[in-house]
């Protein structure tokens, strides 16, 4: 329940296997913390591609019986939230387009630097563009390639985007993924029996029964087909960025990813800000879920017993999914509820993994007074925010975020806390056990590992091409009938 961060997607795909669409399903709704927009799932049956699209969660967009007797061997799947797009059934993906080399799908996890740019030249080249995001302008790059292979022409349009991208593709032959050649966003292989498999998380694969293999290497193209995966690399070796909040705050507390268990990481940032930021108190309390291990981790780290002083409301999503601000401030008084028979009269360190606008994490602490809390001490897991993400976190503007707002000395008074600790950044990197300096960290510091073109803003291309349909609009019809996405990209 982070302070309006929202991040963009979780990926599946899986090729040669008779329950494929079963499979993307449920894997879905393992990955429903990183998106509770939309969801849609793609299939095959080797001739032609179907795809079922909806609103909200998973068990709101989708049904098994979507597809019907229709027999896939392979299939991907896409849970959102918009972070380049409006937030219409149009901009669900996976998105499917029919062109000259047949039929493609594409599901995307990131966010493009370079999507404006692209779109004009691809516009003034006679391009008609569907929807309003950034992934869409993969498709006509691959579209408008000149390369006779279509993996060659892949590799093409990779090294033309800039920016986070982790993506999956669907053909009647095949499921291809690819990550960026930084890294930012996690792409998993798994096995499962004699077909490979990909998603955003190992939990998504733990649910199917999946072994894991390894990550897609930043950097590098993977091809499911009958049988084999094959690896090629379309950009050379670069520096690492993973995205830091990945860890912090968005993968599931069960998943691995960038070399790290996340639960055990976070137990980590717990036990580093209690050496940080030590105080006397007589319990230790998270902001459920995702600051639960970090605050288990204070706790073994500065010997305060722990203790559930929040208690939520497991039928509702994420705060940090709810599009608009309004929506998020109101949502937390239904989903958390402090107890007073843990607060009254005691001293209480708060731990939670990040404050962005300032917003909800003061109607927290309100909760905590109310409750009797005698003082609270807030914790929080990362540095302070300075600086807007541009690689598929929705920071959009140095202007919003609290840190640039209210001086750190007046935090605790803004926060009605009695003090207020943030990890820094050398305490969080000293938390990773694979290759600390690998991480994007520039939401703290400002060094951005790929550029951003100038005056450009992450909503920006939202902004300018966004567009919104009726919420009454809640499932798209399957691809091929005459009021789906039939047309092909130039």
């Known amino acids: 329940m982070s302070d309006g961060i929202k991040e963009a997607c979780g990926l599946f795909g899986i090729y040669g296997n008779p329950q494929a669409v079963k499979h993307a399903y449920y894997s879905l709704y393992a990955l429903q913390h990183r998106g509770e927009e939309g969801a849609g799932i793609a299939a095959t049956d080797g001739r032609t591609i179907r795809d079922i699209r909806g609103m909200g969660q998973v068990s709101e967009a989708l049904t098994l019986e979507d597809f019907g007797a229709f027999e896939s061997h392979a299939a991907i799947g896409h849970v959102r939230y918009s972070t380049a797009g409006a937030s219409d059934i149009t901009n669900v993906q996976p998105i499917v387009v029919q062109y000259s080399r047949g039929e493609i799908a594409v599901a995307h996890n990131g966010n493009l630097v370079n999507a404006r740019i692209l779109r004009s030249k691809l516009e003034s080249k006679g391009s008609i563009f569907r929807t309003s995001t950034d992934s869409e302008i993969i498709l006509h790059l691959l579209a408008s390639s000149c390369q006779v292979n279509w993996l060659d022409a892949l590799a093409n349009s990779l090294n033309e985007i800039k920016g986070a991208f982790s993506l999956v593709f669907l053909t009647p032959d095949e499921v291809v993924g690819v990550r960026d050649p930084q890294g930012f966003r996690p792409l998993i ?99 459920p879920h995702s600051a639960t291990s970090a605050a288990i981790g204070y706790h073994q780290g500065s010997g305060i ?141 400002g060094k951005y590992p790929v550029p951003v073109p100038i005056n450009v803003r992450q909503m920006s291309f939202e902004e300018s091409h966004g567009r919104m349909v009726s919420p009454l609009l809640r499932k798209a019809p399957a691809h091929g009938s005459e009021a789906a996405h039939n047309y092909a990209p130039r």
């Not at 498999?197 to 897609?216: K, P």
């Not at 601000?325 to 009269?345: E, F, H, S």
Request: neutral net charge.
């Open 189 to 287: 292989i798994g096995k499962l029996g004699d077909s490979y498999c990909l998603a955003s998380e190992t939990c998504a694969l733990d649910l199917i029964g999946a072994e894991v293999l390894r990550e897609v290497e930043p950097g590098e193209m993977v091809s499911l087909s009958k049988g084999s995966l094959a690896s090629r690399r379309y950009a050379p070796p670069t520096r690492h960025a993973r995205c830091i909040f990945e860890l912090i705050y968005f993968a599931r507390a069960d998943s691995s990813l960038f070399g790290e268990h996340v639960h055990l990481f976070r137990e980590r940032l717990g036990q580093k800000l209690a050496e940080e930021h030590a105080v006397d108190a007589d319990v230790v309390i998270a902001v």
């Open 305 to 445: 017993p722990f203790e559930q002083g929040f208690i939520a409301n497991t039928y509702m999503g994420r705060t940090f999914i709810q599009p608009f601000q309004g929506q998020r401030t109101r949502y937390v008084n239904i989903k958390l509820n402090a107890v007073p028979q843990v607060l009254k009269g005691r001293k209480v360190v708060v731990v939670d993994d990040s404050i962005v606008r300032g917003t909800t994490t003061a109607s927290k602490m309100r909760l905590l007074r109310k409750a009797g809390a005698k003082e609270i001490h807030l914790r929080i897991t990362c540095p302070r925010l300075y600086h807007p993400c541009f690689y598929g976190v929705d920071f959009q503007s140095k202007e919003e975020l609290i840190a640039n707002k209210v001086p750190a000395d007046n935090m605790t008074e803004f926060f009605e806390v009695d003090s207020i600790g943030f990890l820094s950044i050398d305490g969080l990197r000293s938390c990773a056990r694979c290759e600390p300096e690998g991480f994007c960290t520039a939401c703290f510091d």
